[in-house]
């Protein structure tokens, strides 16, 4: 036809003068080019006993509908069976009768009546996929999504929850999208709970979320960005007991996070030189009175690169400022400018690499009311910090793999006194083992003088496939090391071990079996090497359809007493339809956390 959709017949009766076709044993494969989801895995067909196909309107008589890959002697993935199926080429909708869906040809729903849009159609107003609920709170309930494709750059999703012991929850979500911004309103209503008793307050419940970002486009700079991000609602509780979530694509509510943020900022960039302005409050659902509030305005961080050669490296500077305002009566102003130098690397000619780094940081604050900081005003501080790392990395060829072996070491000096973090949930492990500052604070530079002893291996195999761009892929990836301070710093936490004269052995394994799975071990050994404070497992799988992946952590000592293992089975149909199921297992209690299917 028209749209190059091809029609398969055993028997065809042709009406020219009706322009009408009649046939039996009928096979219709839709064109690909055609459909919108069209991919690898999508195959839309029609097979029938017979067909009636005019201009406008095509009948299949007891027909099959499908948009799998065809795969040689096998069912596919999913079906719909009907006693008729209408095709109606206008409204672009595909009309089922006494329909069963079928999921590799087991009967799964029946449907008396049944229709979605044509292949052809990008959106189409309608019934999106119900869902049940049932909450101890709330009683049964019924999801009954709408979507409302209003305009080419527009459209809405009206969501109402039905309770069976409740009154009901009003959802909608209004999208919109043009060439130079995005807009995302996410809203829900319900009068509240039908019975008020015990810890239930009387009254309606609502919220309103909504997100924006504009492409400002200003002539000056390469990128020119505002985004808007504003957040309420009615109740403390109302978005926990609800459960509710946004559409995974945009992710705008989540019931899990009870931080509302409420956020305005401006993003500049002009070739070597970023600035962004912002400000923002913050209202914590689970804390009571004004102390849940906390309020950053402004908040601005600059980065400009200062200089840059192939003698000295890279000089950049960074600043940032801000003012923030919480738990009622604390206050805190900060300035911190940084200077930053890079060396590039330097190569003798017995193999050895040198890399050197250095910061030097002015911060100024005023504080009030703080434990953290001295409540004096006008408080100015300069800190600094170098190192120095040198490496021999060591390569080994041959016709099926590179092998590296690269022993490293770095000296590190960084003068003077530091704020006091022990309480702070700074992580150590072998990613930021040679990092020059292991703090996560824009004012706050680790202090002390330390050698830090380590080594990477790594196997790269090489690929004999001329189709292939990237002949290199990583086999084995091996990284560890251990810190040797002059003297302790109490001023780390203790959980880090970074607070002793010799800190953990920390490391970590990457395993590609072949490719889509891999293994990883992270592991935190104590300084004697004898006792295993931290260890954690994970594997990623991939059989096919089938994904499996696993994570067993367990901690000790002063790291902490977590002990866990999560399990997830994914079985991907094809790319639009998946089934999956975790759980997870608590051996510190016992206890089986949960099952998600």
Not at 66 to 83: F, G, L, V
Not at 136 to 154: C, F, I, Q, V
Request: with cysteine; net charge negative.
């Amino acid at each position: 036809d028209d749209l190059e959709n091809e029609y398969f017949f055993e028997e065809i009766y042709v009406h020219t003068k009706d322009r009408k076709i009649v046939g039996s044993k009928v096979k219709v494969s839709l064109n690909p080019k055609s459909v919108e989801i069209a991919t690898e895995e999508n195959e839309p067909r029609f097979v029938a006993n017979t067909a009636i196909i005019t201009k406008n309107k095509s009948f299949f008589k007891k027909g099959v509908y499908t948009q799998c890959k065809r795969e040689k002697d096998k069912c596919p993935a999913w079906a719909i069976q009907a006693k008729t199926i209408t095709h109606d080429k206008l409204k672009k909708n595909i009309y089922y009768d006494n329909s069963t869906l079928k999921i590799y040809d087991i009967p799964v729903f029946y449907f008396p009546k049944f229709f979605h849009p044509d292949p052809t159609v990008k959106r189409q107003s309608g019934f999106l996929s119900p869902t049940m609920m049932d909450s101890s709170t709330l009683g049964l309930g019924l999801n009954l999504p709408y979507y409302l494709a209003l305009t080419d750059d527009k459209d809405l999703t009206f969501t109402p929850q039905i309770y069976s012991d409740e009154y009901n929850l009003y959802l909608g979500e209004y999208r919109q999208v043009t060439q130079n911004s995005s807009l995302t309103i996410d809203a829900g209503y319900t009068e509240g709970y039908s019975a008020p008793s015990g810890n239930r307050t009387p009254g309606s419940r609502n919220h309103i979320f909504l997100e924006s970002q504009i492409n400002l486009d200003f002539d000056y700079f390469e990128e020119s960005t505002l985004d808007l991000a504003l957040q309420r609602a009615s109740n403390d509780t109302y978005l926990r007991i609800y459960n509710i979530n946004t559409l995974e694509d945009t992710g705008l509510v989540d019931f899990n996070d009870t931080t509302l943020d409420n956020t305005l900022e401006l993003n500049l960039k002009k070739q070597n030189m970023l600035f962004n302005f912002k400000s923002s409050a913050h209202e914590n659902l689970r804390q009571s009175g004004n102390s849940r509030y906390e309020f950053m305005a402004p908040e601005i961080n600059f980065e400009n690169l200062l200089y840059e050669s192939e003698k000295i490296g890279e000089i950049n500077w960074k600043s940032t400022a801000f003012y923030r305002n919480y738990e009622v009566n604390k206050q805190n102003s900060l300035l911190t400018n940084d200077l930053l130098w890079s060396s590039n690397e330097m190569i003798n000619k017995n193999g050895f690499v040198t890399e050197i780094e250095g910061i030097l940081k002015n911060t100024n604050y005023d504080a009030k009311n703080t434990s953290q900081y001295k409540n004096e005003k006008a408080n100015h501080e300069i800190a600094g910090v170098l190192g120095v790392t040198r490496s021999l990395p060591m390569e080994k060829r041959s016709n099926k793999n590179i092998k590296t072996f690269s022993p490293k070491i770095m000296l590190r000096f960084a003068p003077g006194h530091m704020r006091n973090l022990s309480d702070d949930g700074i992580t150590f492990t072998s990613s930021n083992l040679f990092s020059i500052n292991k703090t996560s604070h824009v004012d706050v530079i680790d202090s002390g003088t330390s050698a830090i002893i380590g080594f990477d291996f790594k196997i790269d195999d090489i690929i004999d496939d001329v189709e292939l761009t990237d002949k290199i892929a990583n086999k084995l990836s091996i990284s560890a090391g251990q810190i040797f301070n002059i003297e302790e710093n109490d001023d780390m936490p203790t959980t880090t071990s970074l607070d002793q004269k010799i800190s953990d052995l920390v490391g970590e394994i990457n395993y590609n079996l072949i490719p889509n799975n891999t293994i990883n071990y992270k592991f935190s050994l104590d300084e004697n090497l004898s006792t295993l404070n931290y260890h954690e497992i994970t594997g990623n799988f991939n059989f096919g359809k089938i994904d499996f992946n696993i994570n067993y952590l367990e901690e000790h000592n002063h790291i902490g007493n977590a002990n866990y293992v999560n399990n997830e089975i994914i079985i991907n149909f094809n790319e639009k339809n998946t089934l999956n199921f975790k759980t997870r297992k608590n051996y510190q209690t016992n206890s089986t956390e949960f099952y998600n299917l």
